[in-house]
């Protein structure tokens, strides 16, 4: 993509309304713009990193085994009545009437619509177990919409729905969940810790919430700190028995304020061990058995030919917020750096004397080479002035720049630079190119490493 081409309204100023970084970042560095209190347009930049989540989220749900499907965002109001949730969730659902009068509401979640098309779907034991899950908005009329997508009123939701016939199938399924999580949240470069959790307006009597901790974040929690350094399971069989992989996890205290014990954690939890700190909720599982399959009368023919009940979990993880739970956790002074497996562009390719023709040369070159080589690279090819296209670069957060000026590529070279180590090195041409065909891009291959020089 052509910086002259894409559509990027990086602000140089930090925006008043502002309050945390990482709604700082996104505003400054053209991802979204707020279009009414807690609802956000995603420019072209935070759309990028949006899919890409979306994408990591997705892969890690279909290996455990859940199947992708899409429900509308706008439900009826009958629907909630069944499950006699419509009274009960009070203010935060938004209520619509449509020209028939007829009381639609916009979906804060979807237990209800999923238990209805499962329940008209399958009849007998042998469509159990199944795990469906979508990825779609919701709205949730928060009283205090704040931090710009973290806690939004319109946010975009990965939530997955469980049937099994038995209590103990509905466990292996939501154990599936569990490490599915670890693996999602490892894989977007986070440390997510799940912590027991009280169940809410979904119910149940089992919850973990995955909380990254973060002097931003909204909630209260207390942890063992061994578990900031247990590393997700990899290559997991999900037809096995996943208690011993979950084991690590659970054998530690972690808990969130409403649920949590001070005797406990005081006996359980070695003094220097202790953390009390700050944590965003990213992702939250619960395991609420037949609470809305009763009602709504979700059973199926059991193998003694006998109407069974199913048993059911829901599980979700907030996409729209990890946007900005990951960039409270990955920046610095100057921006944001984007983990490489989310990033919105792998390589920024800056020209710095745009009208040079050996620097144009060089720079048209690398971009199509890199392109074809199946590389995303943001090409700047503005006529801004260098310390301006620097700033921008830093501030968006590539994982990597190429800086092309016409004094070294007049000697052959341009300078590669790591954003998060900083660490710069001159390569010749070809070696920039192979540098992104056989390294797995961790670090330069060359070169000493040292700060930057074409600045
Ligand atoms: N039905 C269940 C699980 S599918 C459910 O709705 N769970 S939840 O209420 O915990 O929401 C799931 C995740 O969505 C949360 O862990 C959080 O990461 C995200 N989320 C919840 N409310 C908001 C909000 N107002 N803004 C941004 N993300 C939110």
New binding site residues.
Partial sequence: MRISRFFMPVLRDAPSEAEIVSHRLMLRAGMIRQSSS?IYSWLPMGLKVLNNISQIVREEQDKAGAVELLMPTIQSADLWRESERYEAYGAEMLRIKDRHGREMLYG????ELITTLFRDGAHSYRDVPCTLYHVQW?F?D?IR?RFG?????E???????SFDLTKEDAKKSFNRMFVAYLRTFERLGLTAIPMQAET???GGDLSY??IILAKTGESEVFCHKDLLDLKAPENVNYDSDLEPVMAPWLEKYAATEDVHDADRFASEVPRDKQISARG???????LFGDKYNEPMKCAVQGPDGKLTTLQSG?????V???VGAIIEASHDEAGIIWPQSIAPFKIGLLNLKVGDKDTDAACESLYEQLQSMGQTVLYDDSKERAGGKFKTMDLIGLPWQIIAGPRSVKAGKVELKNRASGEATELGLDEVINFFVTKSTDSPSTGTGRKSTES
């Fill in positions: 807690g804060p979640t979807n237990e919701k949730r928060e919409p997508v973290m806690r939004g009123r946010f975009l939701m990965k939530d997955a729905y809410g307006p979904i919430e995955f965003i909720e990213v992702g939250q599982v619960f829901s599980y979700g993880i907030g729209s917020r990890l």
